[in-house]
């Protein structure tokens, strides 16, 4: 799709880690514009079914005015559980407390509406696995509160990724914003990106 607003992007999220993603694929949002919409899963409703969803509705709620807008939605799920995302140090400390040792899943929805209304998803998916961690571990990693506002009560970008035993998938995925996915969907829908 050629035209004057073929390289406008609207980045719908608050998340700056997402903003620094997507610089590196060399794109300049022209706004940032934050979707508010409710987060609450459906009953039932699994993991990679919820962040698709995530996605696709703040693409929807944000007015592109023109531009492609892209957002995104981070989960940690353990087995069928979608974690809380950590917002004090009582939901981050259960958080870790349940990760230790264990393989989690993290999936990252990511949704770009064209400047036609058309919207377009991936999901991008990643096993990790911590070490077993020790309460000292834990408890120096609740001082550092790197946790806060992270899906799942960690940040990999930080001092957790030294508690990361195995990783399989996509880190920029963990992170927030998939670089692989968020390129393959936007040269899809006709942004001009190298
Ligand atoms: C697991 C993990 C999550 N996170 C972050 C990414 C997301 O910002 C956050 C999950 O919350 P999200 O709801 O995906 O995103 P957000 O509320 O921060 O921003 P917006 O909805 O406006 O786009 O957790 C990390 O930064 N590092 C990690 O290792």
Redesign the pocket.
């Not at 957002?71 to 940690?76: E, I, K, P």
């Not at 960690?154 to 970008?157: F, L, V």
């Given at each position: 799709m050629a035209g004057p607003t073929s390289t406008a992007l609207v980045l719908?999220?608050?998340?700056p880690?997402?903003r620094e993603l997507i610089a590196r694929l060399g794109v300049e949002p022209v706004r940032i514009d934050?979707?508010d919409i409710d987060?609450t899963p459906h009953d039932g409703e699994l993991p990679r079914a919820y962040v698709a969803r995530?996605a696709r509705e703040?693409a929807a709620a944000v007015d592109g005015r023109g531009a492609y807008v892209l957002?995104?939605?981070?989960?940690?799920s353990a087995g069928r559980r979608i974690l809380p995302?950590a917002e004090d140090e009582a939901t981050a400390r259960e958080c870790l407390t349940l990760l230790s040792g264990r393989r989690h899943r993290?999936m990252s929805g990511i949704a770009l509406a064209a400047p036609d209304g058309t919207i377009r998803e991936k999901i991008s998916e990643t096993v990790v696995r911590f070490k077993q961690l020790s309460q000292e571990e834990i408890d120096a990693y609740i001082a550092s509160s790197e946790w806060d506002?992270?899906?799942?009560g960690?940040?990999?970008?930080g001092h957790?990724e030294a508690l990361i035993a195995w990783i399989q998938g996509s880190h920029s995925g963990?992170?927030?914003l998939p670089l692989y996915e968020t390129r393959a969907l936007l040269k899809a829908a006709g942004f001009a990106i190298a």
């Open positions: 719908a999220s608050a998340s880690r997402r934050p979707a987060e995530m703040k957002a995104g939605d981070t989960v940690v995302k993290v506002g992270k899906a799942g960690y940040a990999i970008q957790a963990v992170v927030g």
